[in-house]
């Protein structure tokens, strides 16, 4: 990069001498375009629970969804993500509970697409992990997750979301060659025009505890999901990663974690031009509610990182704070 000029004859902070001057030359911006606002769901009726380690952050009874809902299309949010805590009784080695049409989440996308048609997008996680009683995203035999016999499953409960009415299918197993399966069984059974959102670059990550908490698999979690899930000091297999699950038929693709992931999502950025999603998790979500909170940082920091995705390269953001963010952004 070439700069000419130099001072006094050139002077950057002129550019930023005003609030208006400032707007003019802004690179990057943010919008309620570019959230996704995640849902917990719990069983029953009228219930709004607590996340301890969450703090602001709720489940809510399939009745109660609308409240969320409504003021997520207020702020013009266009999507929400849907995740079931799911009662522990119903857990098992195959996680079948994600196969029942009648399970928290396939309620869940029933009663928003009776209620609202289009009016706002649904996506649902396919992975096993809420649903298994080792909190494991696949089929775990002799501590061995076992890929190809856990993708006949994940392709069951794609279809069945998809049936149900769900808007994006969202692999976030980390399985091997689940994405093409996924898409050709879709294509099958006319389900051609749901879209997938491949969590395609998922990091073995330690920020992910509050989530597990959320979902109710922290607890029965055995061992680690480092056989599946990506090793933090790669960058140049999540090109690999990306790449795959392109070609397979991946619409978008997902880079989980967000903030400690930022040259990821760069890196996918610029070497596909491909919709590259960010996930800014439940660890950061609370490290950032809880300074903000004890008045550590102030809350113009949540914006500060939401910008620092867009700056790198996301198209859109999954983050805990969007319907705050989208208020204010009005």
């Not at 197993?173 to 994405?179: E, I, P």
């Not at 073995?204 to 990506?230: C, E, H, I, N």
């Not at 978008?252 to 960010?278: S, T, W």
């Not at 509610?289 to 198209?315: C, H, M, P, Q, Y």
Request: glycine letters at 6%; charged letters at 25%; aromatic letters at 8%.
């Amino acid at each position: 990069m070439i700069i000419t000029g130099k001072y006094p004859n050139l002077r950057l902070r002129r550019n930023r001498k005003t609030d208006w001057s400032r707007r003019l030359v802004q690179e990057s911006n943010l919008s309620a375009n570019d959230l996704i606002l995640p849902i917990f769901i719990v069983d029953g009726k009228n219930k709004k629970e607590s996340i301890k380690s969450m703090p602001g952050i709720f489940r809510y009874s399939v009745d109660k969804i609308p409240v969320i809902i409504d003021t997520a299309i207020k702020h013009k949010i266009p999507m929400v993500a849907l995740f079931p805590y799911t009662n522990s009784k119903l857990k098992n080695n195959l996680g079948q509970e994600s196969l029942n049409e009648n399970n928290l989440v396939c309620k869940a996308i029933r009663s928003i697409k009776k209620k609202y048609k289009n009016k706002i997008g649904i996506m649902c996680d396919v992975a096993l992990d809420p649903y298994t009683s080792h909190g494991h995203d696949g089929i775990l035999n002799e501590g061995k997750i076992l890929n190809d016999e856990t993708i006949e499953i994940l392709i069951q409960q794609s279809l069945l979301q998809a049936e149900m009415g769900c808007d994006i299918i969202a692999p976030s197993d980390m399985m091997d060659g689940r994405v093409g399966k996924i898409r050709k069984a879709l294509d099958k059974n006319k389900f051609q025009d749901v879209q997938i959102l491949s969590y395609a670059a998922k990091y073995a990550s330690s920020f992910y505890g509050p989530f597990r908490d959320a979902v109710g698999s922290k607890k029965s979690l055995k061992g680690d999901k480092k056989t599946y899930q990506m090793d933090y000091n790669n960058s140049l297999e999540a090109l690999r990663e990306i790449s795959l699950d392109i070609k397979e038929g991946a619409d978008m693709v997902m880079v989980k974690p967000g903030m400690p992931y930022l040259d990821i999502i760069k890196l996918v950025k610029e070497n596909f031009k491909i919709p590259v999603f960010a996930y800014q998790v439940s660890g950061e979500y609370s490290l950032i509610k809880n300074a903000i909170d004890k008045k550590i940082i102030s809350e113009n920091s949540i914006l500060e990182t939401l910008v620092g995705f867009k700056r790198a390269g996301a198209s859109a953001i999954v983050t805990y704070f969007a319907d705050k963010i989208a208020k204010s952004l009005k």
